[in-house]
């Protein structure tokens, strides 16, 4: 089992930029691809962004595309998602999740964490 910890949340004006990092301990980090979910308020949970194992292969959220980036560090057991010239409907909670195999755009998740409140003022 893996316990995963997000940080980097907070307030940004729209226009910013904001790295959220996901630290995960447990079982090897190396051993599970990893995914970026939010949920702003009022709506269901979606996929923001995946990545593989090693960290080679990625997939993006179309609303997201381009401007987030997601990215790993398995020395450092951590994984990250850039977002740049944020809109303030991207105002959310973000999650970070982790599963057994890369599947591109996959929502089943098996590990999550508590989540982190990012709000994007205009």
């Known amino acids: 089992q893996v316990q995963l910890v997000e940080s980097g949340g907070g307030l940004v004006q729209a226009g910013g930029s904001l790295r959220l990092s996901c630290a995960a301990s447990?079982?090897?980090?190396?051993?599970?691809?990893m995914g970026w979910f939010r949920q702003a308020p009022g709506k269901e949970r979606e996929f923001v962004a995946g990545?593989?194992?090693?960290?080679?292969?990625?997939y993006y959220a179309d609303s997201v595309k381009g401007r987030f980036t997601i990215s790993r560090d398995n020395a450092k057991n951590t994984v990250y998602l850039q977002r740049n010239s944020l809109k303030p409907e991207d105002t959310a909670v973000y999650y970070c999740?982790?599963?057994?195999?890369?599947?591109?755009?996959?929502?089943?998740?098996?590990?999550w964490g508590q989540g982190t409140q990012v709000t994007v003022s205009s």
């Open positions: 999740a982790g599963r057994s195999s890369y599947v591109p755009g996959a929502t089943t998740y098996d590990y």
């Open positions: 990545i593989s194992r090693g960290g080679s292969r990625t």
């Open positions: 447990g079982r090897t980090f190396s051993s599970y691809a």
